[in-house]
Nanobody, 118 residues
Framework: QVQLVESGGGLVQPGGSLRLSCAASNSAFSVSTMGWYRQAPGKQRELVATNTNSGRTNYADSVKGRFTISRDNVKDTVSLQMNSLKPEDTAVYYC????????????WGQGTLVTVYS
């Protein structure tokens, strides 16, 4: 069973920065896409950023220019550098690993809370 372990959430003031990290373990196959999603109180989970194993990235419009996703394909890790944080970035952030083999499946981390307070 693939496990995703996240770290790096916390409290920060507006304009501050945080870095989230996630590592996938117990995987017999290469991860296709790794990414980050978030869920704010009372809202649905939404995509923040993804990174394919070929290096193609995708960002939500709300974080473009402020967040950067990076990935190590050898170690199966993904990180999210978050700069210029805003109160509306407050949410639980979830790491996601999407596999294509042996069959399409998604794995999720336990979530890490990011709180941007003024």
């Amino acid at each position: 069973q693939v496990q995703l372990v996240e770290s790096g959430g916390g409290l920060v003031q507006p304009g501050g920065s945080l870095r989230l990290s996630c590592a996938a373990s117990n995987s017999a196959f290469s991860v296709s896409t790794m990414g980050w999603y978030r869920q704010a109180p009372g809202k649905q989970r939404e995509l923040v950023a993804t990174n394919t194993n070929s290096g193609r990235t995708n960002y939500a419009d709300s974080v473009k220019g402020r967040f950067t996703i990076s990935r190590d394909n050898v170690k199966d890790t993904v990180s999210l550098q978050m700069n210029s944080l805003k109160p509306e970035d407050t949410a639980v952030y979830y790491c996601n690993a999407h596999y294509l083999f042996p069959k399409p499946v998604d794995y999720w981390g336990q979530g890490t809370l990011v709180t941007v307070y003024s």
